[in-house]
């Protein structure tokens, strides 16, 4: 017998029109004022956090490369030692008739650091600006840029004529009491008395004069051998900072309308005296005409006689500063600094 299945009907649900009145509403978010005021204070305070130290680690890496610059020099004047068994001299006089032209360190040891062509070029036997400062050929090799020879945390100078240089030798104290131009400085701060003496003064004469302090001219009887500098070659200093000449500088603050002296790496008026100070003990950033002087912060940097580099503290007691400034003093530095 055959089952019959029921048949399925399907119906055809008439279709209705979507009704739009009772979808769910769409809700577009925007900002609100106080919420736009909070996220800028936000990244406001994140600058302020992080803009001085990505401002003191650029420092850091411009200090550096200062102190890469700084021990090159300090290299070349230990290889000059080791070829002319002399250390070199920290500046020259004119002495044309003698075959001998005014410059400073930096002309006597261009092979050393890599500056032969330079070398080639640069006639000793003439002043650094040309016979009677008229233009010659030491002239224009002085605005050749040796990069190096500049610290790059110095600010660009106006109107250099080139060949810029922040690296300089200090020769030594000048004692106002012998010299009515310049005061007698740390007299009241250092308590060896004995150890300033007048200018000139007999046995003790060279107490008070750095590494390269007397080696004004090229004669064997002034010039000086790493083996007198006795209190070590560790501890002594040799190269210097003087940074931002021509333009003046004071605590620095560009001083308007100035400008200093010893411009150039071969200006023999570049090599200086200390004879200034800031009180309070600060020996150094107190200006740059013809001291000291450096655009870090807290200090400068200093080539030792063994051509290490140090940065020291503005704060470093002037005792120790002095005998760290002494090449022969017998001053042997014992403490930190």
């Not at 500046?91 to 360190?105: C, E, F, K, V």
Request: proline share 5%.
């Amino acid at each position: 017998m055959e089952v019959t299945r029921p048949r399925r009907v399907l119906r055809r649900v008439p279709s209705r029109p979507l009704d739009r009145s009772v979808s769910p509403p769409t809700c577009r978010r925007a900002f609100t004022l106080v919420e736009l005021l909070v996220v800028i204070a936000i990244i406001g305070v994140l600058v302020a956090l992080l803009l001085p130290a990505i401002q003191a680690a650029r420092e850091a890496a411009r200090r550096m490369s200062c102190s890469n610059g700084m021990r090159q020099v300090g290299l070349a004047v230990l290889n000059y030692e080791i070829a002319q068994k002399k250390l070199p001299p920290a500046w020259t006089p004119s002495d044309l008739a003698a075959g001998m032209g005014s410059s400073n360190i930096m002309a006597h040891i261009l092979p050393y650091f890599e500056q032969q062509a330079i070398a080639d070029q640069y006639d000793l036997s003439e002043n650094f600006s040309g016979r009677n400062g008229a233009a010659a050929q030491n002239k224009e090799l002085l605005a050749s840029e040796i990069p190096f020879l500049k610290c790059p945390s110095t600010p660009e100078p106006s109107g250099a004529g080139g060949g810029a240089c922040d690296y300089s030798v200090c020769i030594d104290f000048i004692n106002g009491a012998s010299n009515a131009k310049d005061k007698l400085i740390r007299q009241d701060l250092i308590s060896d008395r004995g150890r300033i003496n007048a200018w000139g003064d007999g046995a003790n004469e060279y107490r008070w004069f750095s590494m390269l302090g007397t080696n004004r001219e090229l004669h064997d009887d002034l010039r000086v051998s790493l083996r007198e500098v006795t209190d070590g070659t560790s501890t002594t200093m040799m190269f210097f900072e003087d940074s931002g000449r021509p333009d003046s500088w004071r605590n620095g603050q560009l001083v308007a309308e100035g400008t200093v002296s010893g411009t150039g790496w071969g200006n023999p008026d570049s090599f200086f005296s200390i004879h200034d100070e800031c009180g309070g003990g600060q020996m150094m950033n107190c200006h740059n005409n013809n001291e000291i002087y450096s655009f870090h912060t807290g200090g400068c940097n200093y080539v030792m006689g063994d051509a290490s580099v140090h940065f020291i503290q503005e704060s470093i007691d002037p005792e120790i500063f002095t005998s760290l400034f002494t090449r022969n003093a017998d001053d042997l530095v014992s403490s930190d600094w």
